[in-house]
C-alpha cells in the first residue's frame, strides 16, 4: 500500500503520531499508530517487529510493547525465537506483545518460550 494512502487512513482515523517499517519490495510494511495521550519511544525495529517503551501521559511508570508479526520463513524462526527468548529473560519491566506469531510451525516451538 501507498505511503499516502496509510497515511491518509492515519489521519482520518485521528492518530497524530506513527512510525513505520518501510516494506521489503512489495510486502512486509508495519505500522504503529498511537494517539497523544501515550509517550513511545521505539527501542529497535525490523520486517517483523516494532519493539517500543511506552507510557500514558498522566502517568510516569513506562513499559515495553513489542508488535510482533511473524516470520513466515522457516529458516528464520529460530533466531526469531531466540530473539524473543532472550529479551523476555533480561527484564522484570511489565512487557506487552501483541501480533501476528504465523511462525509458529509446531508446538515445541511454542514450548521454547
Do not use: C
Not at 494517539?35 to 517487529?49: A, F, I
Not at 527468548?85 to 514450548?111: C, H, Q, R
Amino acid at each position: 500500500m501507498k505511503n499516502h494512502i496509510i497515511n491518509g487512513v492515519r489521519r482520518w482515523m485521528k492518530y497524530l503520531n506513527s512510525y513505520d517499517v518501510s516494506p521489503i519490495r512489495s510486502t512486509g510494511r508495519l505500522t504503529l499508530w498511537w494517539d497523544d495521550s501515550l509517550k513511545v519511544k521505539v527501542v529497535s525495529s525490523n520486517r517483523n517487529l516494532i519493539h517500543t517503551e511506552m507510557r500514558l501521559v498522566r502517568d510516569e511508570a513506562w513499559f515495553h510493547a513489542s508488535w510482533i508479526y511473524g516470520t513466515p520463513y522457516k529458516a528464520e524462526n529460530q533466531e526469531f525465537w531466540q530473539w524473543l527468548t532472550d529479551e523476555f529473560l533480561m527484564t522484570d519491566a511489565l512487557w506487552i506483545y501483541v501480533g501476528v506469531l504465523n511462525a509458529i510451525l509446531s508446538e515445541v516451538e511454542k514450548l521454547k518460550l
